[in-house]
């Protein structure tokens, strides 16, 4: 989300998606009877970034970087 070339919206997705993956993976440990089919639309911040790296992301130039 601080990144100043992604749009904030797609961070905001993919912070979305990662919570959605550390409680659906963690659910063995601590509530196994936990039900996380409602989990299912955290992946669509992925899929939107996908998709902004395909269309978006690589028109995108290299900044100037100063070497020594």
Known sequence: ???SYVPNLIGLLLLVGGVGYIIDNLKYFFYPDLNTD???FTYFGELVFMF?????????????????
């Open 1 to 3: 989300m601080r990144a």
């Open 38 to 40: 409602f989990l299912w």
């Open 52 to 68: 902004w790296l395909l269309f978006r992301g690589s028109r995108l130039s290299l900044p100037d970087t100063a070497v020594g």
